[in-house]
């Protein structure tokens, strides 16, 4: 089993950044693809991004490429969002993710193929 721990959420202004992490419960961390989801108030949860493996390969929703990088630290069992150039249509909880499959890495209608979730970190964004 493997937990998944969320955090760095908090109140940020619009066109500022903020860096998440969540860490890895386990031995299996380096075996597992990861991935960061989000769901806004009223809303569905929505797919953010991935990363392989290694790290080397990312994966991005286009409502966040450019502005968003994920990378992980399989040493440290931890895997990062570092969000950039804030919106207030950022404002959500974010998930991590965790999957035994790559998916091919867009992983935007596989929310219920997830192996393991943490149980999010707010996110506010105030324009």
């Known amino acids: 089993q493997v937990q998944l721990v969320e955090s760095g959420g908090g109140l940020v202004q619009a066109g500022g950044s903020l860096r998440l992490s969540c860490v890895a419960s386990?031995?299996?961390?380096?075996?597992?693809?990861m991935g960061w989801f989000r769901q806004a108030p009223g809303k569905e949860r929505e797919f953010v991004g991935t990363i392989s493996l290694g790290g080397r390969i990312t994966y991005y929703a286009p409502s966040v490429e450019g502005r968003c990088t994920i990378s992980r630290d399989n040493v440290k069992n931890t895997v990062y969002l570092q969000m950039n150039t804030l919106k207030s249509e950022d404002t959500a909880v974010y998930y991590c993710a965790a999957s035994r499959n790559w998916y091919g890495g867009n992983w935007s209608h596989l929310s219920n193929g997830m192996d393991y979730w943490g149980k999010g970190t707010l996110v506010t964004v105030s324009s």
């Open positions: 386990g031995r299996t961390f380096s075996s597992l693809y």
